[in-house]
């Protein structure tokens, strides 16, 4: 009766692995510690399912509950990403041609990418790629709209110019 | 005159939706006017473009097996037992989701991975002729073979030319963990895609329907999901559906 919230997360969750791995590897800049911070998510999610309200998205609660985890993990150790400790643009390129068999350009952008500081790079993320409008998003990171407006203008600014650099 | 950081805050928020309308407004006349402010706009624009599709690739190298086997080895609380139980749950919750913004065919049924058409829907909706290239990819055939590799469908150059259409383009992107597949066609100056999901997807027949001003023609077959879709008249995309169904079945 009362494992019915938490079979639902933990049998809910398995189809935003990827997702999750893909936010965590944007905040972190470093890949195996993306998969700690999927692992400790997942975990924590199963363990206080019951505050999970069914009918809302789950990958949007998930992602709120990694962020707390990276915060205050980061806050621990004192390796906030965006402050040069890890090199999050070497760890965000793709390895190896063969992982994309598509868009040769593709390992320059995420290059780029990674190459942002932080908070843009995860801002980017979650309104571009995760659909966040910009007051959910905002919400999320805690900050006003006004910020994730500028982080978002800047970081298409800064991959505009890395595209003309690269033409040129 | 040169833009500014100001205008790029405003641009990326028209390019997002997300200026009032007094603002758009304003933009818009902007725009018409000034072709500084224009050129601005598309480069900031394929700079977000190209940011989505490069995120699109990340996720095809996410270590989903991996961290599935963690999550299995961790203290298990009786998961095994009530097994059928979750999945019927599961798919009640994914069903819930759906209700009222996407369905197939003619049951209104709602089935449990549709949201990957949606998603090409929305992403469709950034392409333009240019997207797929002013000539075929020189290596189409290449491209095809990984592609039949990945999705475990056999796919070539023959069978994708269906009337008076070719393939152009070959893109593998990914959809909850699953690749797929996109072959881009021109019909004239349109875009048209036919996309492919390597996925447990039950049998479904052919059907069409419109969408954001698409037509989109849908089934599944063999375990995968397929979908032809382009700003074409629906009896036009239903025809091009049919042939490839039959070529590609």
Redesign the interface.
């Given at each position: 009766m009362s494992d019915r919230p938490r079979e639902d997360v933990r049998s809910g969750l398995e189809a935003h692995l990827a997702r999750l791995w893909r936010y965590a590897l944007s905040l972190s800049g470093a890949r195996d510690v993306a998969e700690d911070l999927v692992q400790a998510t997942c975990l924590r999610a199963i363990e206080r399912a019951d505050q999970f309200q069914p009918g809302t998205r789950l990958d949007r609660w998930l992602f709120a509950i990694l962020r707390s985890i990276w915060l205050n993990e980061s806050r621990a150790r004192r390796v906030r990403a965006g402050q040069g400790v890890l090199d999050a643009g070497e760890a965000l390129s793709v390895d190896g041609a063969r992982e994309i068999e598509t868009n040769i350009s593709t390992a320059q952008v995420l290059r780029a990418i990674g190459a942002l500081p932080s908070s843009q790079r995860e801002t980017v993320l979650l309104v571009y790629v995760e659909g966040y409008s910009y007051r959910e998003a905002a919400e999320l990171l805690g900050a006003p709209i006004g910020t994730v407006m500028s982080r978002l203008a800047a970081a298409r600014a800064t991959l505009t110019r890395t595209h003309e650099s690269k033409d040129a | 005159m040169a833009t500014s950081?100001d205008d790029?805050?405003k641009?990326?928020?028209y390019l997002?939706g997300?200026l009032d309308e007094a603002e758009r407004a304003a933009l818009d006349a902007r725009l018409m006017d000034d072709p500084t402010v224009r050129a601005r706009l598309e480069?900031?624009r394929?700079?977000?473009d190209?940011?989505?599709?490069?995120?699109?690739?990340?996720?095809?190298?996410?270590?989903?097996a991996?961290?599935?086997t963690?999550?299995n080895a961790?203290p298990p609380?009786?998961?095994r037992v009530?097994a059928i139980?979750?999945?019927v749950?599961?798919v009640a919750?994914a069903a819930?989701?759906g209700a009222g913004r996407w369905s197939v065919g003619t049951g209104g049924e709602v089935a449990e991975r549709d949201d990957w058409r949606q998603a090409v829907v929305e992403y469709m909706a950034l392409y333009t002729p240019e997207s797929f290239g002013e000539a075929p990819s020189p290596r189409l055939g290449e491209?095809l073979a990984?592609?039949s590799r990945r999705l475990g469908a056999p796919l070539d150059v023959d069978r994708l030319a269906v009337d008076d259409l070719s393939p152009r383009r070959?893109?593998?992107l990914?959809y909850?963990?699953a690749p797929l597949g996109q072959i881009g066609y021109l019909d004239g100056a349109t875009p048209v895609a036919f996309c492919i999901l390597r996925d447990g997807e039950p049998d479904k027949a052919l059907a069409a329907s419109s969408r954001d001003g698409f037509a989109f023609a849908s089934w599944a077959q063999g375990g995968r999901g397929f979908m032809l879709i382009g700003k074409i008249p629906v009896e036009r995309l239903m025809a091009l559906a049919r042939s490839l169904k039959e070529k590609t079945g």
């Open positions: - | 950081e790029d805050r641009l990326t928020a997002d997300e480069a900031l394929a700079a977000g190209r940011t989505r599709m490069a995120f699109a690739t990340l996720l095809e190298t996410a270590p989903v991996d961290m599935r963690r999550l961790a609380r009786r998961q009530a139980a979750v999945a749950a599961f919750f819930g989701l491209e990984s592609l070959v893109e593998l990914q909850d963990g």
